[in-house]
């Protein structure tokens, strides 16, 4: 919020967070919005600057920071904050009703969320309220798996899971030292210590065959930190290589399902991709699935990997059929 | 915006504010410094982007037309400009600060913040220690085309746009009156009403080409009363897997096709035989074609033949 377009809004909350907070330190109100301390005292100074009409000495705002404390006067006119604008209230509202539909998972103290709503359509106004139920989140349902992760997480308990990874069609069992639940456009993870892969990890819980809870304390070692979901959760590794797919019109799947680092449109549906491939086999499964609604441009050497892999599974069925 | 205009438009806000009885442009251009330089003309081409300014930030201007006056007055009311009171109990504040970081990176995310802002600016508690909680909360917009979708349904606008139904080769342009925006297993749905089709009809955003535009006036659509977006968009309850393949599987080789079968019988020819629930036959072939050499589908003949057909397929 530092451009300079949103200076206007942003002095309209300075002025009455400074008069809500008398006495406030330099440093702790440039952290709140989000400037360094030299644009702050640049904000106090063009504050200082404005006033009641007549703009003699007694019209004008008082702003002073001796020792870095910062204290303001002479504003009342602007001492409350402008009220919610309908995106603002909306996000939030939004975001709290998504906390409403998932009650087994935020463990909200009592009718707080209600509560919270109310004031908060009450400060809105009807409109946000309006827009707010237009927009829904759905968060999967996993209860089987949820209801023992939440014991390991309240009791701080290990792990034990069943994990099926569909990439590599593998089932493997991992302990794990669990840390929080992330739910991250609806899915549900559990984000862990895992001893298997000696690294943080996220598990999506619809995808745990069996959750079972050791009598172990949990004791993540001290590396254990909380994973950025900031960029998603699925992130490929920039290490993994990059390989190019062109898919037809039935296959564009591929372009949804997966982060693609380019997409070329090449007429009449057909996609071509690329995309980072954890290794060699996962691109196999995904060129034998496809059939011929993609092929592997690239490397070269994948495309007769997938026609003898192809092949071989034919000969199965040829001495059959 | 330079600093000099920053001035202006703090010190128009003020003056609008403060005054009890509504202004004329003449009497707001001698009170607020920075318009008294300007010529008639020039001033009010000034006041007009000012007040268009003010008003994008959601700042309320009334305009009062006096029948006394020749020129309209213009004033800011208290009661509409101002966040009313507000307090948060403790809970209350730990929820809104759970709320608030749903947004983060998505094209709320500014909203968000903003929003948070101006309760904190207004002596709201609002906690921030909630990263470091044991729930954290995302929701992404990656889509380009959520922004102009999300204000359509805030401005109740009808729109249109390109789109392409799955799988097919062709894009078809679609006029929608949006009832609302669903977030369904990590992908963005429009659901609103198919001008064309004459049906509901829910939308993918990522199939969604170029841009949405937006078409008719402000409020002109009518989300029905009752509606359920969620229906519009959910299937209608995942149907129970209703068939049962035999598959015949290497020995050793597929352990996640094993576990989620519901039979195993195992062989002496280095085979194993599972049997597996499924519904639709394609999307079976998809799952054991990948697998390779290491299965063979042996019934139904449907999702065998399906399987063949997709091997040859990569073979080309």
Known sequence: MSGSADRLPRLLALVPYLMSHPGAQLGEVAGVFGLSEKQLIDDLQLVWMCGLPGHTPGDLIDVSWDGGEILIDNADTIARPLRLGIDEASALLVALRMLAAM????????????????????????GAAAVSSQVAVDVDATPDALLRVREGLTRRRRLSLRYYVPGRDEVTPREVDPMRLVVVDGRTYLECWCYRAEAMRLFRLDRMLGVEVLEVAADPPAE????????????PSPTD??????VTAAGRWVAEYYPCEEVTELGEGRLRVALRARDEDW??????????????????????????EAERALSRYAHRT | MSRRKTERLLNLVICLLATRRPLSAEQIRQAVPGYDRDGDEAFQRMFERDKNELREIGIPIDVVRDPWEDEPGYRIERQSYELPEITLEADEAAVLGLAAQVWQRASLAEAASGALLKLRAGGVATDETIGAGALELR????????????????????V??????AGSESVRSRTVEPWGVVSRR?????????????APRAFRLSRITGQVATVGRPGSVEVPPGVDLRAMVGFPEEPVEGRTAVI?????????LRQLSTAVRVGSDGWDEVELGFTDPERLAGWMASLGADVEVVEPPDAREAVIRRLKGALA
């Open chain 1, 103 to 126: 009650p087994e998972l935020a463990e909200v103290p009592g009718d707080a969320l209600p509560r919270v709503v109310a004031k908060l359509e009450r400060a809105a106004g009807e």
């Open chain 1, 224 to 235: 254990a930190e909380p994973i950025d979901v900031a960029q998603g959760v699925f992130r």
């Open chain 1, 241 to 246: 290589e990059l390989v190019e797919l062109e």
């Open chain 1, 283 to 308: 691109l196999l499964k995904l060129a034998l699935r496809l059939g011929d609604t993609g092929r592997v441009l690239s490397p070269p050497a994948m495309a007769e990997r997938v026609r003898q």
């Open chain 2, 139 to 158: 929701l992404d917009t990656r889509d380009p085309a959520f922004p102009a979708l999300w204000d359509a349904v805030r401005d109740r606008r009808l």
């Open chain 2, 160 to 165: 249109r746009f390109d789109y392409r139904s």
């Open chain 2, 186 to 198: 990590g992908r963005w749905y429009l659901a609103g009403f198919d001008r064309g089709r004459d």
């Open chain 2, 248 to 256: 015949r599987v290497r020995e050793g080789a597929c352990e996640g």
